[in-house]
C-alpha cells in the first residue's frame, strides 16, 4: 500500500505561484510513476503532469506546458508541482496519483490517489 498526501493548495490571484506536494508513505517503491491531475467543479478530471521516478522524467498536458514544472525528490519520496502563471482556468482540486507497475500515469489507472489540494485563481 502507498500513501499520498498532498500539500500546498490556497488561493491566489492570477499571474500568482504555487507549489504543490505530494509526499508518499507506505511502499514506495511499488510504483514507478506519479500524475498529477484537476478536477473543476463540473467538469472531467484531466491529466496535467508525470514525472518517471526512475530517472526523473517529466511530461505535461499542453494546457500547462511552459507554466508548470513537477519535480521530485527521492530521499523525501516527494513529488512536486510548481506552478507559475495561475490562470482563473487553473481553478480546480489537485490529486496526485502513484501508478504501479502495469499501472500509467496519464490515464491514472492501477494509481494509487491522494485526497488532493484545492487551488483557487481569481482574476
Known amino acids: 500500500q502507498v500513501q499520498l498526501v498532498e500539500s500546498g493548495g490556497g488561493s491566489v490571484q492570477s499571474g500568482g505561484s504555487l507549489r504543490l506536494s505530494c509526499a508518499a508513505s507506505?511502499?514506495?517503491?511499488?510504483?514507478?510513476?506519479v500524475g498529477w491531475f484537476r478536477q473543476a467543479p463540473g467538469k472531467e478530471r484531466d491529466w496535467v503532469a508525470g514525472i518517471t521516478t526512475r530517472d526523473s522524467g517529466a511530461y505535461y498536458a499542453d494546457s500547462v506546458k511552459g507554466r508548470f514544472t513537477v519535480s521530485q525528490d527521492n530521499a523525501k519520496n516527494t513529488v512536486y508541482l510548481q506552478m507559475n502563471s495561475l490562470k482563473p482556468e487553473d481553478t480546480a482540486m489537485y490529486y496526485c496519483a502513484a501508478a504501479v507497475y502495469g499501472g500509467n500515469c496519464i490515464s491514472g489507472e492501477r494509481s494509487y490517489w491522494g485526497q488532493g489540494t484545492q487551488v483557487t485563481v481569481s482574476s
Open positions: 507506505g511502499y514506495t517503491d511499488s510504483y514507478h510513476c
